[in-house]
């Protein structure tokens, strides 16, 4: 129940979740487009301080729990023996718990072995958020995501084969409209070709939003990274799902930074996605006024 700072990030979906904060920042923190913990020191926090925060919310939410987000940035980072803890002692004080969720980093996942992952699991650890952004090095080496394709693969494929649901998002627009980050295309067809090897069970799509006081708001602001237009990320959004072949797959496109959202399941909403896109491409559909659009 104790938190370092107001501003609390968790992933939309877990909006029903008691946040127990485990780290303070992210292990990484240099992304180019991100913002979220630019004024944190990365630190885990003392696992007593962690159990204790486990006692105080059972006293305040009682024992009816059904589903913790462990923040913040790169919660797996915790040594295994200490994250088992935290898992364990959740499970016992929450009989009803269903679901205990956090941001994996890719570094952070493998540097634990497969057998750490699959306890992990097996202990309660149920889904992952991981942050691909892109399948493309160019991409990746352009926003500073500190990982290359190969070792982000490797990373999701371990937590898919551990049994941890993977719910994996990317970000379309990353490489600017005059090709500041690369080719749009090669962006979009190794980011395809990367889920489709990881073969995550959800995907989130989203769109580059330029954030204040993030180096590539900055470029924005200075003109040398120029915001795609919304065509343009309705075509990446279509070139995307029309190469995406993991099946089943939970596929949304509806976060704030999305002109036109969609939320499904592929492949059975192949075609209806890309009919409603190409309604928008003509002008048919009113697309979204996004978040943080005009920095
Ligand atoms: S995008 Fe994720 S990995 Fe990158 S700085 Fe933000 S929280 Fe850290």
Redesign the pocket.
Known sequence: MRYDSDLL?RPPGEWKSYLLQCTI???????T??????EKKFRVRPVEDILEDIDMALDYYGPGLRRVFLM???AIVMKTGELMQVLRKLYSAFPLLEKVTL?A?PRSTLSKSPQELKELHDAGLSRAYL?V?SGSDDVLRF????VDAKTMLLAGQRLVEAGIDLWVTVILGMTGANGEGGDWQEHILSTAKIINEMRPRHLSAMTFAPAKGTPLGDDVLAGRFTVCDADHILRECRMLIEHLDVDPLHFTSNHASNYLPLKGGLPEDKEKFLALIDQALEGKIRLRKTLNRGI
């Open positions: 990030y920042g992210c292990s990484n923190n240099q992304c487009f991100c913002g979220m913990y630019k913040d940035g790169d941001y980093g942050g952004e926003i500073h995501k500190g």
